[in-house]
């Protein structure tokens, strides 16, 4: 069952706690998407970025309070959310999409019509199981594209966040350029609607 977008908006949204998203993933579970909490959601989302494995996404040193304000700013913008996503109500990832046009990396590369900005960060799985990874954005990537306006999805890991770049490939993402953020060395890729449509699941 999923939660479809009103109008032709490319990113879900709504008020802290809303549930925009729920669907049974076949082999990993249900996966229920809501729009993130910075205050109920803070214990969460503090124990994962400051895990070593999540330092490419540069919020480790921030104090609970800094984080905080930090997710609450993005609450407050109409082109950028957040979400943590659930696996069977196990937090497993926080999901952050925006509207490229509208962020740094539109600077850096030629922003198309239908283009949707994407950064997830896991952490935790739950149960063992076969494939998580790719099972996981799989069905993220389901979900963006289920707004008609969305035609491509577009990602700019560090450039030398060697896992996540081979986990993009994987899924179908096309490499492009290294471009020079103001945070970091970043590598864009890049998923269109028609590529992700005829991937084998």
């Known amino acids: 069952m999923t939660t479809a977008p009103t109008s032709a908006a490319r990113l879900r949204s709504g008020p802290r706690g809303t549930v925009v998203d729920e669907r049974d993933v076949p082999g990993l579970g249900v996966l229920t998407t809501t729009v993130l909490d910075p205050d109920a959601d803070l214990d969460t989302v503090h124990t994962w970025v400051t895990q070593p494995h ?3 996404w540069g919020l480790g040193a921030l104090t609970r309070t800094e984080l905080r304000d930090t997710y609450a700013f993005v609450d407050g913008l109409p082109h950028h959310h957040a979400f943590l996503l659930r696996r069977d109500g196990l937090p497993v990832a926080l999901l952050q999409t925006y509207e490229p046009e509208h962020d740094p990396v539109g600077e850096v590369y030629d922003v198309e019509a239908g283009d949707v900005g994407l950064h997830v ?3 935790a799985r739950g149960r063992p199981t076969p494939r998580f990874s790719t099972l996981l954005f799989g069905a993220v990537l389901d979900a963006l594209f289920e707004p008609p306006a969305v035609q491509r999805v577009v990602i700019e890991p560090d450039a030398r966040n060697d896992r996540a770049v081979a986990r993009a490939v994987r899924q179908g ?6 471009v020079d953020l103001s945070t970091k060395r970043a590598q864009l890729a890049f998923l269109t609607r028609a590529r992700w449509s005829s991937a084998p699941r």
């Open 54 to 56: 999540t330092g490419f």
């Open 121 to 123: 960060l896991l952490g």
């Open 173 to 178: 993402f096309v490499l492009g350029p290294v």
